[in-house]
């Protein structure tokens, strides 16, 4: 490929683009993903850091001697099954880039051959952060294994938007995603005959309070202004129409952005649980994983998207936020990285669509150029103009 040439550029993120969107892979599968995009970046010259990491990599464009930053691109599929009607549909039944997540990879691939080209007029040093497994919402603690993010400022992020026509750029400051909380209830009562429930306590009964319980947390516990909520998306129990069974168990998620709410929500859900199922006479076992903190676009960086879309001539809109998680935030979270790395994370938009996780779900791909273009102004910005923003 010849450096500068625009046009051949484009044609050669498309044509991989669609490599990529025909080969989708599973979290933690990546192989196959991990190894072209490894191929193309050598094939750019681009620097490979030896991790031994099983899916996904890290890659460095050096400038001149600066400060370093970051661009996360995730690589993993999604078990949908497309009904996408491309020409370069998935090749493997069930699984699809529904998520965009192809896009990342490619858009990101293009960002980096753009920054090689002129490394030399880059303040600083850019990794690029192909990462494992977002949809399983720990793939980025993976690359936290590694010192890969040890000297890292800022982390910069985007993701795929089928709400925006192809190209326009949603840019919010503060939350962008919520913490992804998920619980388990036990109920533990005692079976007994449908027809006796006085020989029995029913665990069925004293879930059902339970539910209505949890509901109220919102509305009576949180702060009318700050988003929150939770949903029990699963309740099972018994095997039959004339018998209480012994124990009922159900799941759920609780999404926050405020860490106080987190934390409040997670002794709220413990206290209901236990409580309702005790004045039932039930016992109980509550089981709390923590997902991904909520993502917070840091306000200065936020400018920078802005400044950079006008540069380019490139509409921006408000970024919606979402009670949707991404594991972007641990790379930006005080718990994980033990120390404050501010982050930014935007939607470009691929064209109005079906929604992401759809099975027709698809990325116009006049966006890929662009979207390059775009992060690698925002990345050369970054590095150079923080000088005149008295950064
Ligand atoms: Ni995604």
């Known amino acids: 490929m010849k450096p500068?040439?625009?046009?051949?550029?484009?044609?050669?993120?498309?044509?991989?683009?669609?490599?990529?969107?025909?080969?989708?892979?599973?979290?933690?599968?990546?192989?196959?993903?991990?190894?072209?995009?490894?191929?193309?970046?050598?094939?750019?010259?681009?620097?490979?850091?030896?991790?031994?990491?099983?899916?996904?990599?890290?890659?460095?464009?050096?400038?001149?001697?600066?400060?370093?930053?970051?661009?996360?691109?995730?690589?993993?599929?999604?078990p949908v099954r497309e009904e996408a009607e491309v020409p370069y549909a998935s090749g493997t039944d069930g699984i699809m880039h529904a998520c965009g997540h192809d896009f990342h990879i490619t858009a990101g691939i293009g960002a980096a051959i753009l920054l090689q080209e002129r490394r030399e007029e880059l303040c600083g040093t850019v990794k690029f952060i192909f990462q494992p497994a977002e949809e399983e919402s720990h793939g980025a603690l993976k690359i936290l294994e590694t010192d890969a993010m040890n000297d890292v400022e800022q982390i910069w992020g985007f993701h795929a938007d089928p709400t925006n026509a192809a190209g326009v750029i949603g840019i919010r400051e503060g939350y962008v995603t919520a913490a992804v909380d998920r619980f388990v209830i036990r109920v533990k009562g005692t079976g007994c005959h449908g027809a006796h429930p006085d020989d029995g306590i029913d665990p069925i009964?004293?879930?059902?309070?339970?539910?209505?319980?949890?509901?109220?947390?919102?509305?009576?516990?949180?702060?009318?202004?700050?988003?929150?909520?939770?949903?029990?998306?699963?309740?099972?129990?018994?095997?039959?129409?004339?018998?209480?069974?012994?124990?009922?168990?159900?799941?759920?998620?609780?999404?926050?952005?405020?860490?106080?709410?987190?934390?409040?929500?997670?002794?709220?859900?413990?206290?209901?649980?236990?409580?309702?199922?005790?004045?039932?006479?039930?016992?109980?076992e509550v089981i709390w994983t923590a997902g991904p903190p909520a993502t917070w676009n840091n306000g200065e960086m936020a400018r920078v998207c802005e400044e950079t879309a006008k540069k380019l001539g490139m509409q921006t809109v408000p970024e919606e936020s979402s009670m949707g998680g991404d594991d972007f935030a641990y790379y930006e979270d005080r718990d994980t990285m033990h120390r404050d790395v501010p982050g930014c994370y935007v939607k470009i938009g691929t064209g109005v669509g079906h929604p992401i996780h759809h099975p027709g779900f698809c990325v116009d791909e006049r966006v890929i150029l662009p979207a390059s273009v775009y992060l690698a102004g925002v990345l050369t910005a970054a590095l150079c103009d923080a000088g005149d923003r008295g950064n």
Request: charged share 25%; aromatic share 6%; with cysteine.
């Open 4 to 78: 500068g040439d625009r046009k051949q550029l484009e044609q050669y993120l498309i044509n991989n683009f669609e490599w990529f969107h025909r080969h989708p892979e599973l979290p933690y599968e990546e192989v196959q993903t991990t190894a072209k995009i490894r191929e193309l970046l050598t094939e750019a010259g681009i620097e490979i850091l030896p991790y031994p990491l099983a899916t996904g990599l890290v890659a460095v464009v050096r400038g001149v001697p600066g400060r370093t930053i970051a661009l996360r691109c995730d690589i993993d599929a999604l």
């Open 205 to 284: 009964l004293a879930s059902a309070a339970i539910v209505q319980g949890l509901q109220s947390i919102v509305s009576r516990n949180i702060n009318a202004f700050h988003p929150a909520l939770l949903s029990v998306t699963r309740i099972q129990a018994g095997t039959t129409w004339n018998v209480i069974p012994a124990e009922a168990e159900m799941e759920g998620t609780v999404r926050t952005m405020n860490r106080e709410d987190r934390i409040l929500y997670e002794k709220r859900v413990r206290e209901i649980a236990e409580r309702t199922a005790d004045a039932y006479g039930a016992d109980t």
